[in-house]
């Protein structure tokens, strides 16, 4: 819902919590005040049009605290006739924070509160199921942590009942030869190789 309201000569559209500045007001910082002037009142589709204001409509607004706007320079120059003119103007205002807007009975603040209990109720909801997953999860992470230590300790214990092989005795590296064994080595060597000479056939052997 919101309505068209007229103060000050100027008019703005305004919401539930919408903060404005109007020009300045005799009243007191911290008060509270009704707006008479509403010249259109919209809820969704519905829309009332003031003639020239909106009957049984009311807007009432939060005095927030008075400021002044920025300044305004005036110069009027006449060529020729060595005229010039400079003023400024820094204008009062008042900072109003719309309260409530109502229509025939219906609330806009009424509607906005509601608004917020079920999105707080929402959130709410989300933030429960949030809580119970990550506590599903936690449960589900500490149950398979103690599944892998069991896993890790069932061979640890298992170990020592197994006969541990037994370990090769290292080959006796053999015993160094002697340069004379090496000697006799290589000529029976030699001689076992070398063939047999042969005979030439002679007459005799005829």
């Known amino acids: 819902m919101y309505a068209v309201i007229e103060t000050g000569g100027k008019q703005y559209r305004v919401e539930v919590g919408t903060e404005l500045e109007v020009?300045?007001?005799?009243?007191?910082?911290?008060?509270?005040?009704?707006?008479?002037?509403?010249?259109?009142?919209?809820?969704?589709?519905?829309?009332?049009?003031?003639?020239?204001?909106?009957e049984?409509?009311?807007?009432r607004a939060e005095v927030v605290r008075r400021?002044?706007?920025?300044?305004?320079?005036?110069?009027?120059?006449?060529?020729?006739?060595?005229r010039r003119v400079k003023k400024g103007h820094r204008q009062d205002l008042l900072v109003l924070r719309?309260?409530?807007?109502?229509?025939?009975?219906?609330?806009?603040?009424?509607?906005?509160?509601?608004?917020?209990?079920?999105?707080?109720a929402d959130r709410a909801k989300v933030?429960?199921?949030a809580a119970r997953q990550a506590a599903e999860d936690a449960a589900l992470a500490a149950k398979l942590a103690e599944k892998a230590k069991a896993a890790?300790?069932?061979?640890?214990?298992?170990?020592?009942?197994?006969?541990?092989?037994?370990?090769?005795?290292?080959?006796e590296a053999p015993a160094k030869k002697t340069r004379a064994a090496k000697a006799a080595d290589a000529g029976t060597g030699a001689a076992a190789e070398a063939p047999a000479p042969k005979r030439s056939r002679t007459k005799k052997d005829a």
């Open 98 to 120: 719309i309260a409530d807007i109502t229509l025939d009975g219906k609330s806009a603040a009424a509607a906005v509160a509601t608004k917020g209990d079920a999105k707080k």
């Open 23 to 54: 020009e300045l007001l005799d009243v007191e910082v911290g008060t509270e005040i009704a707006l008479d002037r509403i010249l259109l009142v919209a809820d969704g589709d519905m829309a009332a049009i003031g003639r020239p204001t909106v």
């Open 127 to 129: 933030e429960q199921a």
């Open 67 to 82: 400021d002044r706007g920025e300044k305004v320079i005036s110069f009027k120059y006449r060529p020729k006739a060595r």
């Open 152 to 171: 890790e300790a069932a061979p640890a214990e298992a170990a020592p009942a197994e006969a541990a092989p037994a370990e090769a005795a290292p080959a």
């Open 56 to 59: 049984n409509a009311t807007v």
